[in-house]
């Protein structure tokens, strides 16, 4: 695993007071990323997604306490469009918490979002 900066370090302590953020990632995808012999993936099926598995898991913990999102997909890059449209939906019909410019933690209930696009496009497990 290697260190990574994604959006999410900046956005995340917007509205979470947190000391610190971390992002990892495995290197083989990174090492697959950056080879120019990576072939792009292939449709699997008639919905043009991947074969391709990703899992993300955020860990927060305070003191003893411990809680654990893990969110598992098939096809990170077809997740963006049933994300888009489910903010946009929130969005038009006033399901949202702020207004302005604000991190999407911030406008949307985290877990009532990801189990809005599960099961269809994820797997969503909080312990």
Known sequence: MVGLSLAETITIPRHLQTPEVGVYINLAPITDIRDPNTPAPAAADESGRSSQIFVMEATVRRGDAERRAIVRGRDI?????????????????????????VAAGEAFAAQGFLMSLSPSHLSVEMR
């Open 77 to 101: 890059y077809a997740i963006t469009a049933p994300i888009i449209v489910e903010a946009t939906h929130r969005v038009v019909n006033g399901l949202f918490k702020r207004t302005g410019v």
